[in-house]
C-alpha cells in the first residue's frame, strides 16, 4: 500500500522554525517527485517546493523563497521541508505528494499524504 506521512507540523511564533517530514511507504521514494503544498482556511491549496527524481531539481513558489529549503533523503524515503522565518501568513495545513519523476502542477500528483498543520501566532 502505498503512503505518504507528513509531520512535524506545529504551533511556532514569528520567526521561528519547523521542519516538515514526508515519509514514503510502499514505494521507493527515490524514483518520485515530492512536492509540498499547503491550504488556509477558506482559499485553494497551493504549491510551496518540490524536488524532483529525475535531476534534483528544486522549485520554491515566491512567498517562500530564501525561507524554505526542501530536501531528500532516499535512504531514509523521506523528504523535508526546513522552514525558517516563518510568518502568520504561512499558517496552513501543510501536505506533500508523489508523482513519477519530474515536478509537475497540483492536479498531477497521484499520491497525497493527510496533511500536518502548521500555525504561527504569538
Known amino acids: 500500500q502505498l503512503q505518504l506521512v507528513e509531520s512535524g507540523g506545529g504551533l511556532v511564533q514569528p520567526g521561528g522554525s519547523l521542519r516538515l517530514s514526508c515519509a514514503a511507504s510502499?514505494?521507493?521514494?527515490?524514483?518520485?517527485?515530492i512536492g509540498w503544498f499547503r491550504q488556509a482556511p477558506g482559499k485553494e491549496r497551493e504549491g510551496v517546493s518540490c524536488i524532483s527524481s529525475s535531476d534534483g531539481s528544486m522549485y520554491y513558489a515566491d512567498s517562500v523563497k530564501g525561507r524554505f529549503t526542501i530536501s531528500r533523503d532516499n535512504a531514509k524515503n523521506t523528504v523535508y521541508l526546513q522552514m525558517n522565518s516563518l510568518k502568520p501568513e504561512d499558517t496552513a495545513v501543510y501536505y506533500c505528494?508523489?508523482?513519477?519523476?519530474?515536478?509537475?502542477?497540483?492536479?498531477?500528483?497521484?499520491?497525497w499524504g493527510q496533511g500536518t498543520q502548521v500555525t504561527v501566532s504569538s
Open positions: 505528494a508523489a508523482r513519477f519523476l519530474k515536478c509537475s502542477r497540483r492536479d498531477r500528483y497521484e499520491y
Open positions: 510502499g514505494f521507493t521514494l527515490g524514483y518520485y517527485a
